[in-house]
């Protein structure tokens, strides 16, 4: 296991609310990915790092924001949840990108609800 | 842009026989890799195997094999001597080799018979 611990496991809030969910990595992996994972439609990138303060969009960005102030650690903000961002949220690092056949390593997922 | 299709939404096997679980996919670079991930109900996502577009001979993990057809674009999975444990959804992924982002399927859910 590549050691990958989302926080929190569970969470139920409001829309409107701002929300952060928290990824952390013991393995020292320089890429980490944040998905949605929604019925019908497999898992979706948001954004990913390839380094400290390195990020890009992935294909559904709109509506969150990402932080990486230190290799371990990814942020995934909602400035203000709504309904549709209900989903399971899952993490994923990968080493350094000269291994090209190395997989995608994944957290446990964050279940997210927004009522 | 690279995508990547399961026309399986649901599978049905007995328990000991072989099931294939097929990937189609479509890219305009040379360089890729093909990957495939098992997600019991429990909720994490398994890394099981790899295929490189350059790789000469399919992959095998265990029980785990890729019939990877380039021509054809298909990199499909075959498990063998299915188990009960096996029960769960299965997603093919792909990544350029130009790029670091891996595009899923909306995954195949198997279900094995006892």
């Known amino acids: 296991d590549a050691g990958i611990t989302q926080s929190p496991r569970h969470k139920v809030t409001e829309t409107g609310t701002p929300v952060t969910l928290r990824c952390h990595q013991t393995?020292?992996?320089?890429?980490m990915y944040w998905y949605r994972q929604d019925p019908g439609h497999g898992l979706r990138l948001i954004h990913y790092?390839?380094?400290?303060?390195?990020?890009d969009k992935g294909e559904v960005s709109d509506g969150y924001s990402v932080s990486r102030s230190k290799t371990e650690d990814f942020l995934l903000t909602l400035e203000s949840a709504t309904s549709s961002q209900t989903s399971v949220y899952f993490c994923a690092t990968r080493r350094d990108r000269g291994y090209s056949n190395q997989p995608q390593h994944f957290g446990d997922g964050t279940r997210l609800s927004i009522l | 842009a690279q995508k990547i299709t399961q026309t399986q939404p649901g599978m049905f096997v007995q328990e000991k026989e072989a099931v294939t679980l097929d990937c189609t996919y479509d890219?305009?670079?040379?360089?890729?890799?093909l990957f495939w991930y098992k997600q019991p109900s429990s909720g994490e996502m398994i890394f099981l195997i790899y295929q490189g577009s350059y790789d000469q001979q399919n992959a095998t993990e265990g029980r785990y094999s890729l019939n990877f057809q380039k021509a054809r674009k298909s990199a499909n999975l075959v498990i063998s001597a299915s188990q009960l444990g096996d029960s769960a959804m299965y997603f093919c992924a792909m990544r350029e080799t130009s790029g670091s982002r891996l595009t899923f399927g909306e995954g195949t859910q198997l279900t094995v018979n006892p």
């Open positions: 890219t305009s670079d040379p360089s890729y890799g």
């Open positions: 790092s390839y380094g400290v303060k390195d990020t």
């Open positions: 393995e020292n992996h320089r890429y």
